[in-house]
């Protein structure tokens, strides 16, 4: 496990210092130190399950099924996970003021439970803690449809519109992307002088565009990330080391 030196968590703390609007990318590494698999890491999500494609999704009910099985199968992991000081960290530097937006690739609502109002966090793609009916855009919570899937793998079924197409409210690949949340997430992101990107290995498109964009608009970035990312060479700072004690430290949050 590779720990950032004290070196790098002050030129961190300088960065931020000298910065007066902050934009916090997050990927899927922010949320392992609670307990939730990120894709690619050893043991990640893709070791076991190949993500099912959205059209796949759409043109068979068998591949409907298995979503809500894979779905139900890790809920508990996703169900009781509770933020860590990586997320601590980052709702302390919100509420100073300091950071304007958190943009996230992840679908755990974990930013949010760290206290960060909802609208601070741009979920780019979507969010696994509740059902979406693509029909007619309904949300629906999860423990009815738990419940009736688990007794016998009954589909569920739209309320309000009876759509038998519903989905966890998370944009699958091959799905298109949320129309207002990338544009917010590009306002901010032109908006911002420093840009942090943390837990992300920066390769799932469109989403790493945005530090990309940032680094164009002449803004200052930093990339934390346990591993090299594709990225690395445009930051000002990387730092190769473990999210919650790196940001921690930074942050002087526990
Ligand atoms: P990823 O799995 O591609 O990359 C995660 C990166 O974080 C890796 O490079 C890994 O080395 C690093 N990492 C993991 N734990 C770390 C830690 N404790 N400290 C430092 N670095 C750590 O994830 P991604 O780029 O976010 O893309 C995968 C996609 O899958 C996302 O777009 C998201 O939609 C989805 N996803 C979400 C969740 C979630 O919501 N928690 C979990 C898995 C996948
Ligand atoms: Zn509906």
Redesign the pocket.
């Known amino acids: 496990m590779a720990f950032a030196d004290k070196d790098d968590v002050q030129r961190l703390q300088d960065l931020l210092e000298g910065a007066e609007d902050v934009v916090i990318f997050t ?7 609670s307990g ?6 050893p043991g ?2 893709w070791t076991k399950y190949k993500p099912i494609d959205f059209s796949d999704f759409m043109a068979s009910e068998e591949m409907r099924r298995e979503s809500w099985r894979r779905k139900f199968a890790m809920d508990r992991t996703m169900a009781t996970a509770e933020p860590n000081r990586g997320h601590r960290a980052v709702a302390r530097l919100v509420d100073t003021g300091k950071v304007s937006a958190v943009i996230t ?4 609502g ?1 930013h949010q439970a760290s206290g960060i109002p909802d609208m601070q966090v741009i979920e ?2 979507g969010n ?1 803690t509740y059902a979406k009916c693509l029909g007619c855009g309904l949300r629906h919570e999860l423990d009815p449809i738990k419940e009736a899937f688990l007794a016998d793998e009954t589909m569920p079924i739209c309320a309000g519109c009876g759509s038998e197409f519903m989905k966890t409210a ?2 699958s690949f091959g799905q298109s992307m949320p129309e207002a949340e990338m544009a917010r997430a590009q306002r901010e992101t032109l908006a911002c002088d420093l840009f942090i990107a943390i ?6 498109y469109p ?1 790493a565009g945005f530090p990309v964009m940032a680094k164009q608009n002449g803004c200052g970035m930093v990339i ?4 090299p ?1 594709d990225l690395d060479q445009y930051a000002d700072l990387v730092i190769n ?4 004690p790196t940001l921690g430290d930074a942050v002087a949050v526990n």
């Open positions: 990927g899927a590494g922010i949320s392992t130190e939730i698999p990120d894709f690619r890491s990640g999500l690739q992840n679908v755990d974990l780019l793609h696994a998370t944009i837990g992300s290995s920066l390769v799932v989403a934390l990330n346990r591993e990312t080391g473990e999210i919650g």
